[in-house]
């Protein structure tokens, strides 16, 4: 028999409040939450939180050298992660954020090194229209946004994929129903000249 998670809560913009302050609790005690993004459901930590980036890693049973992305709310934010924006990013940024392009930035030097797979660059984004996002404005942290799975296996499109990958070993689950599913954000490298593609999806790029 599957032991159930320690919490889970609807999503409801009209109780967003409630479900920051319980989310600001978890992640001040460097827990794991599963929230529902414009794709899939994501995990999330404070990803400045180097033990609670350990237990991610952990409980995805994901390679070390494997980085894992951060959402933020807003440009500003950024620099809490990244340690600098490149005018191309700043141009990819203003034409497509909020939206599905996922940045790769150099990252601050203040941020675990295992949350960027030891190679020293960050993937960002703003999540476009969704739970996601609106959470993330509300929390003004920035938040891991890897899939909730167990590593290899597919992404969790529902709150039973998720208990049945992690039981009751994520502190909270944000119930947003069945996800949108969907290609994966699409992937650019920034950090080198011209822009890299990394991963094709649904923002189409061309330099």
Not at 27 to 40: K, M, Q, R, V, W
């Amino acid at each position: 028999m599957l032991e159930l998670v320690m919490l889970t809560i609807p999503y409801s913009e009209k109780n967003i409040r409630g479900i920051i302050a319980e989310m600001l609790k978890i992640l001040d005690n460097g827990g794991i939450i599963a929230y529902p993004t414009e794709s899939f459901y994501a995990l999330g930590v404070l990803a400045t939180d180097k033990a609670a980036v350990q237990s991610l890693f952990k409980r995805k049973i994901r390679q070390a050298d494997k980085p894992v992305p951060v959402i933020v709310d807003a440009m500003d934010r950024l620099l809490t992660v990244a340690a600098d924006v490149p005018v191309q990013g700043r141009i990819l940024m203003n034409q497509f954020w909020p939206g599905p392009l996922t940045l790769i930035f150099k990252a601050n030097e203040q941020l675990p090194d295992l949350l960027t797979g030891g190679t020293g660059k960050v993937a960002l984004r703003i999540p476009g229209e969704s739970a996601a996002l609106n959470l993330v404005r509300e929390l003004k942290l920035p938040l891991t946004a890897t899939s909730a799975n167990i590593s290899s296996f597919p992404p969790a499109e529902e709150v039973a994929q998720i208990v049945t990958y992690f039981g009751d070993k994520i502190d909270l689950i944000i119930d947003g129903g069945k996800a949108p599913g969907g290609l994966p954000s699409t992937i650019v490298d920034v950090t080198v000249d011209p822009p890299e593609i990394l991963r094709k999806g649904p923002v189409s790029i061309n330099f």
